[in-house]
T-cell receptor, first 113, second 118 residues
Framework: KAGVTQTPRYLIKTRGQQVTLSCSPI?????VSWYQQTPGQGLQFLFEYFSETQRNKGNFPGRFSGRQFSNSRSEMNVSTLELGDSALYLCASSVGHNDYEQYFGPGTRLTVT | AQSVAQPEDQVNVAEGNPLTVKCTYS??????LFWYVQYPNRGLQFLLKYITGDNLVKGSYGFEAEFNKSQTSFHLKKPSALVSDSALYFC????????????????FGIGTKLQVIP
């Protein structure tokens, strides 16, 4: 069974631009979560989607948004990029939510210049 | 609000010796607890979880963790460390759904770097 895939793997953008990251979960997984990983802050929860509905949101500004499609694939969008948005963005999928373990993709490395 | 603490930034252990990576948590009810490992240039991998039942949980690659409710801890252990165990380890917690009636986010610790010395 294929793992979680994320595209693109690497991205370089300039301040003020916007970016869209994509995540394809493991087949049969309905929950997708997004995290921002930085050396100083560790993994910070962005949001979680289940059955195309956002179920939870972390403490990030409204510039960060996401959505989930009927096939459980998810996209994350960041508008008006700032230098501090440079990070590894991880997507994780799980069969369900709460007591289910998450399976992580390799991440998208975003660099904002 | 729930929180997770991993008090050690780095743990060094000699190959063949037992290892412990510490984790303490704070939640409003009985938690769901997880350990993940991140190898260099790779995504996080699930190691084990505690939901309910036996306080000693066994997971992948010979790792185990002990849930201690009185000490609010969930330390990761392995009887004999391998050099290949060197990686970044994350503890995570999620409030159980029955307390909130909804979906609870996962909170991760800051991570502990494990260095196994040959």
């Amino acid at each position: 069974k294929a793992g979680v895939t994320q595209t693109p793997r690497y991205l370089i953008k300039t301040r003020g631009q916007q970016v869209t990251l994509s995540c394809s979960p493991i087949s049969g997984h309905r929950s997708v979560s997004w995290y921002q990983q930085t050396p100083g802050q560790g993994l910070q929860f962005l949001f979680e989607y289940f059955s195309e509905t956002q179920r939870n949101k972390g403490n990030f500004p409204g510039r960060f948004s996401g959505r989930q499609f009927s096939n459980s694939r998810s996209e994350m969008n960041v508008s008006t990029l700032e230098l501090g948005d440079s990070a590894l963005y991880l997507c994780a999928s799980s069969v369900g939510h709460n007591d289910y373990e998450q399976y992580f993709g390799p991440g998208t490395r975003l660099t904002v210049t | 609000a729930q929180s997770v603490a991993q008090p050690e930034d780095q743990v060094n252990v000699a190959e063949g010796n037992p290892l412990t990576v510490k984790c303490t948590y704070s939640v409003s009810g009985n938690p769901y607890l997880f350990w993940y490992v991140q190898y260099p240039n790779r995504g996080l991998q699930f190691l084990l979880k505690y939901i309910t039942g036996d306080n000693l949980v066994k997971g992948s690659y010979g790792f185990e963790a002990e849930f201690n409710k009185s000490q609010t801890s969930f330390h990761l252990k392995k009887p004999s460390a391998l050099v290949s165990d060197s990686a970044l380890y994350f503890c995570a917690v999620r409030d159980p759904v029955y307390l909130s009636g909804g979906y609870q986010k996962v909170t991760f610790g800051i991570g502990t770097k494990l260095q196994v010395i040959p």
